[in-house]
């Protein structure tokens, strides 16, 4: 399994218009963000300790999910390259509600779209909404598909833990 080092270090490629995560001399992960919704374009930005602690949290919740260590490691490093996205609008309307429970950082959520639950990891948190990597595709309400590894701002009303039986809110 592949381990965080001190040695590995963002930066952004104006050629392929993406952040990259430089891992050895042999390999490097490339993320799906370009340069219109970065914050920062890095330059040989060294990878942090929090990172290192957040990779091993991501790795453990993803990790009940048993999608196979490479499937585990490609999410982890989309929800970590997420520190440098812009801050979104929440994109809520196309989720029904669902009975509102505390959700946290790192934990493994469930959505529901128009084809049934799927699983999201919580990458950040406010008091009102919670940012999400989508762990699979998901069509939404409105027949809209959004793509796995996709980061999605949304009420926390519209996702519920992972583990639990989703109900949909009622509404009046």
């Not at 989309?78 to 196309?94: D, E, R, T």
């Not at 598909?145 to 039986?165: D, E, G, Y």
Request: net charge negative; hydrophobic share 40%.
């Amino acid at each position: 399994m592949l381990t965080p080092s001190e040695r590995w270090s963002w930066t952004y490629c104006e050629q392929r218009d993406r952040l990259l995560l430089d891992i050895s001399e042999q390999a490097q992960f490339c993320s799906n963000l370009s340069s219109q919704q970065l914050t920062v374009k890095p330059v040989q930005q060294r990878f942090a300790v929090n990172e290192a602690e957040l990779f091993w949290h991501y790795i453990e919740s993803l990790g009940s999910l048993a999608l196979g260590h490479a499937s585990e490691l490609e999410l982890c490093l989309h929800a970590l390259s997420a520190q440098y996205l812009q801050l979104q609008a929440h994109k809520s309307w196309y989720f029904p509600e669902q009975v509102t429970s505390t959700v946290q950082h790192g934990d493994v959520v469930s959505i529901v779209g128009a084809d049934g639950r799927i699983a999201a990891l919580v990458i950040a948190e406010d008091p009102d909404c919670v940012t999400c990597l989508m762990l699979n595709d998901v069509q939404t309400l409105a027949g809209k598909i959004i793509k796995r590894t996709t980061v999605l701002r949304l009420l926390r009303n519209r996702v519920s833990p992972f583990n639990q039986p989703t109900m949909l809110a009622r509404s009046a």
